[in-house]
């Protein structure tokens, strides 16, 4: 099946400084990535919709000069966190749609996850 | 508003029974539903998925029944296995838009 990447998998920083998460589809083309993030024992939040070479579309809440999205390639999306605070520990995990007609055009196909602690 | 609910927070099961994980949704524009199984510290990977036109799905221990005038569809493992211990997740979608997500079963499979 398809695969998404994510780097790092795992990020301690301090509070005040910026973080960026990249997401990578491995094998295919992805024009559309999501952004989610899951609080312990509740469902994944979707953050932002992220389309290649075009602005993300952020959810209701969610900050967008806080948590900067760019899609550079259909292959790699970054989500940076700016001047990070304790709150925005959380596990961040990013999806990928494929642009091919193959897997069908509502699977997206999820990354490994990235846990951020910020201190 | 939640339009995808899992009640049940958590669900344990005998292995080598049927486990049944069950999903509500209110909103009637949704036309594709998936389910997801997530470990802890990793992102969900894709199960199985239905379509409207459909009623039944199946793939090996893995059969998704989808009720469309109750908004109900279920996820069947048999036989369960301690491997299938895990968070399920429910989701669903329309016109391509993103999923929507339910707050997850926790599957715990006894040996």
């Known amino acids: 099946g398809a695969v998404v990447s994510q780097h790092p998998s795992w990020v301690i920083c301090k509070s005040g400084t910026s973080v960026k998460i990249e997401c990578r589809s491995l094998?295919?083309?992805?024009?559309?990535m999501f952004w989610y993030r899951q609080f312990p024992k509740q469902s994944l939040m979707l953050m932002a919709t992220?389309?290649?070479?075009?602005?993300?579309?952020?959810e209701q809440g969610v900050e967008k000069d806080k948590f900067l999205i760019n899609h550079a390639s259909l292959t790699l999306s970054t989500l940076t966190v700016t001047s990070a605070h304790p709150e925005d520990s959380s596990f961040y995990i990013c999806?990928?749609?494929?642009?091919?007609?193959?897997?069908?055009?509502?699977?997206?196909?999820f990354g490994p996850g990235t846990r951020l602690t910020v201190t | 508003d939640q339009q995808v609910k899992q009640n049940s927070p958590s669900l344990s099961v005998q292995e080598g029974r049927i486990s049944i994980l069950n999903c509500d949704y209110t909103?009637?524009?949704?036309?594709?539903f998936l389910w997801y199984k997530k470990y802890p510290a990793e992102g969900p990977t894709f199960l199985i998925s239905?379509?409207?036109?459909?009623d039944k799905n199946e793939d090996g221990r893995f059969t998704v029944f989808l009720n469309k005038s109750a908004k109900h569809l279920s996820l069947h493992i048999v036989p369960s296995q301690p491997g299938d211990s895990a968070v399920y997740f429910c989701?669903?979608?329309?016109?391509?838009?993103?999923?929507?997500f339910g707050k997850g079963t926790r599957l715990s499979v006894i040996a």
């Open positions: 999806s990928a749609k494929s642009s091919a007609g193959s897997g069908g055009s509502y699977e997206q196909y």
């Open positions: 094998d295919f083309q992805a024009t559309t």
């Open positions: 992220s389309n290649e070479g075009s602005k993300a579309t952020y």
């Open positions: 909103n009637s524009m949704f036309d594709y």
């Open positions: 239905i379509s409207s036109i459909k």
């Open positions: 989701a669903a979608s329309f016109f391509n838009t993103p999923l929507v």
